[in-house]
């Protein structure tokens, strides 16, 4: 016998894969950030410097907005869907902080299902998107130690000075890479929870 599907799990599942393909992945094709190399061309044109800077600075903060939607979305999601679960508990899951949830996903799913919510990956995300709502904090430190590769771009001695001046928050670089990596944590889930 078949097992019943979770069809607001199938939802979910289906519109992240839709995210990326229809929006996602032709934005990161068409907004490549210039290798340093060649920022200002092979003059080094002020212009053609200050252009390229601010090419760059829009493909940072258009993946940082991706990775932004991808946690808001999951995180309303996963809101709902407990919900939709747990409909007594409704008053106290629109509160519930992060651990609650894990745990309220954990009752209404079982062990399988809490391991995959506790992924490093979704983890990560969760903490990337406090980093970017909240600035620099416990959050921005969390986040360094899971993923130190998106300061990648700044030197130790520049990490450091940023850190100091409680900038961390804002020299974040969300790579392509995270932005995959984020996706393919959150339709796991998903698709994991589709069957009960």
């Not at 600035?135 to 360094?144: E, F, K, Q, T, V």
Request: glycine share 6%.
């Amino acid at each position: 016998m078949a097992k019943r599907r979770d069809s607001q799990a199938s939802i979910n599942a289906y519109s992240m894969r839709e995210f990326r393909e229809k929006v996602i992945a032709p934005a990161l094709t068409q907004l490549q950030p210039i290798p340093r190399e060649l920022i200002g061309g092979t003059r080094g044109s002020m212009v053609q410097i200050a252009r390229d800077n601010s090419h760059n600075s829009l493909c940072y903060e258009m993946r940082l907005s991706f990775a932004l939607t991808i946690g808001a979305a999951f995180e309303r999601n996963l809101r709902l869907w407990l919900s939709f679960g747990l409909a007594e508990l409704r008053p106290v899951i629109e509160r519930a902080d992060r651990r609650s949830l894990f745990k309220h996903v954990a009752d209404m799913k079982g062990p399988t299902a809490a391991l995959k919510i506790e992924s490093a990956d979704i983890i990560e995300l969760w903490e990337l998107v406090s980093t970017a709502r909240h600035g620099d904090g416990p959050a921005a430190i969390r986040l360094r130690s899971l993923n130190p590769g998106l300061w990648s771009h700044q030197d130790i001695i520049t990490q450091v000075e940023y850190d100091k001046a409680g900038l961390r928050a804002y020299a974040m670089r969300v790579k392509d890479s995270d932005i995959e990596r984020y996706l393919n944590a959150t339709i796991d889930f998903w698709d994991s929870v589709n069957r009960k």
